[in-house]
Nanobody, 119 residues
Framework: QVQLVESGGGLVQPGGSLRLSCAASGSMLRINAMGWYRQAPGKQRESIATITNGGRTNYADSVKGRFTISRDNAKNTLYLQMNSLKPEDTAVYYC?????????????WGQGTQVTVSS
């Protein structure tokens, strides 16, 4: 089992920045990929950034060039640096990991952290 705890959300003005953190604990060797998802009111949860154990990253078009995903394996922590934030980035942001030994499948979730972009 892996446990995930997000932090770093809050209220920010358009054009501002935030950094989200996700502290992971438990069966760390089971993790083969990590990622950030978000869910805005009335919308489905969407993948916005992922990173494999090999360091390969992938971003949704909506955040490419503005958001950066990274991980510190020594601290078992995943980060999401968010710059040039827009009102449409307002959502609950979730950290997730893949623990399926045969494929990348995001199956473990944190509790979420609210990000609100508003003036």
């Amino acid at each position: 089992q892996v446990q995930l705890v997000e932090s770093g959300g809050g209220l920010v003005q358009p054009g501002g920045s935030l950094r989200l953190s996700c502290a992971a604990s438990g069966s760390m060797l089971r993790i083969n990929a990590m990622g950030w998802y978000r869910q805005a009111p009335g919308k489905q949860r969407e993948s916005i950034a992922t990173i494999t154990n090999g360091g390969r990253t992938n971003y949704a078009d909506s955040v490419k060039g503005r958001f950066t995903i990274s991980r510190d394996n020594a601290k078992n922590t995943l980060y999401l640096q968010m710059n040039s934030l827009k009102p449409e980035d307002t959502a609950v942001y979730y950290c997730s990991v893949s623990t399926d030994p045969y494929r990348i499948k995001y199956d473990t979730w944190g509790q979420g952290t609210q990000v609100t972009v508003s003036s």
